[in-house]
């Protein structure tokens, strides 16, 4: 197992190195909080903290950023707190301990044995009951798996109707821009919707600079239209501004009614406060494609990512 002293800090414990962690088996457990694939994992690495921390499991869970604002530690202990993390947490700033473990995504698992050695390892959702029964084999026991049940944000994807891939907006990773007119701004430009978007385009309205992480509005009233069929649609936001920053979503030219997600009223009307994934759709009966317009009623928005499932 490669050393966890890079850490820029640790939130819930005092810093574990070889001595403490000599007989133990660990998991380590690389996350960032906007990664809509981690939060529909964590419900089950919280559920194996508690149910094997008896038997000898330690869990620890890496914090390394994947957007500029997530390095700060504020917003990570809020994180730690709205998904009720109560193993140790790792603040990786400087990425030291992702270099140490060569790692490369979010989220990943690394399981390691008694004596140090990294048994086995997984990227991405999925696989659980394999992961689960490595660490009972690790551990020496053999029981029933523990029952687990993600709800809200941490519930499964509907992979079956899923078809729209997650897009980035900064012009460092941009894709599936229906107008990329000047995508790689360091200045505000005018963008125009276009009249019709294809499945898995998006467009932009109004007055917006292209950075490399993220589109940032600059006045008010910018439009976001996403072509999409998924049962979810979540977005990834920050803002410029010290105020907060009030936005209205359409599903198809209408109020989102029942099919709002958890960041939005049935009305379509939501406030972005602090950088984190918003959830704007939540459709409960047939799932199809829609046509997504967010329109930010004030300037200073930052948006870095769509993501769905």
Same mark, same amino acid.
């Given at each position: ?13 005092? #810093?574990?190195? $070889? ?16 990664? +809509? ?27 390394? #950023? ?13 994180? +730690? ?19 140490? /473990? ?62 729209? $891939? ?10 599936? @821009? ?17 009249? /019709? ?24 009233? =910018? ?23 009030? /936005? ?12 709002? =997600? ?5 009305? =379509?009307?939501?406030? @972005? ?26 300037? =200073? ?9």
């Amino acid at each position: 197992m490669p050393s966890l002293g890079g850490a820029t800090g640790w939130l819930g414990s005092e #810093p574990l190195g $070889p001595a403490e962690l000599r007989g133990h088996v660990v998991l380590v457990n690389f996350w960032t909080l906007t990664c +809509i694939n981690w939060l529909r994992q964590e419900p089950y690495v919280r559920a194996w903290s508690r149910a094997y921390r008896d038997d000898g499991l330690v869990v620890i869970g890496v914090h390394t #950023p994947e957007f500029g604002f997530e390095h700060d530690v504020d917003r990570v202990r809020q994180a +730690i707190t709205e998904r009720a993390i109560d193993y140790p947490v790792v603040v990786d700033n400087d990425y030291d301990v992702w270099r140490a /473990f060569d790692n490369h995504y979010w989220p990943a698992l690394y399981l390691v044995d008694a004596d140090g050695v990294i048994r086995d390892h997984h990227f991405g959702e999925g696989r659980y009951e394999q992961s689960e029964r490595t660490i009972q084999r690790l551990l020496g026991i053999e029981r029933a798996l523990v029952a687990v049940e993600g709800v809200g944000v941490e519930a499964p994807a509907d992979w079956e109707h899923l078809r729209t $891939p997650e897009s980035y907006l900064g012009y460092g990773r941009s894709t599936h @821009l229906a107008s990329p007119n000047r995508p790689a701004l360091d200045e505000a430009a005018v963008y125009e919707l276009p009249r /019709f978007l294809q499945l898995n385009h998006w467009a932009l309205d109004g007055a917006w600079t292209i950075g490399q992480e993220h589109a940032r509005l600059e006045r008010a009233g =910018g439009t976001i239209a996403y072509r999409f069929q998924a049962r979810d649609a979540h977005v990834v936001l920050s803002r410029a501004t010290p105020e907060p920053i009030r /936005f209205h979503v359409l599903l198809d030219g209408e109020a989102p009614g029942a099919s709002h =997600g958890v960041d939005v009223d049935e009305d =379509g009307h939501g406030v @972005l406060r602090e950088g984190r994934m918003y959830g704007l759709v939540r459709q409960h009966e047939e799932v199809r494609e829609r046509t997504l317009e967010l329109t930010f009623l004030d300037p =200073g928005v930052e948006v870095y990512l769509f993501t769905f499932g």
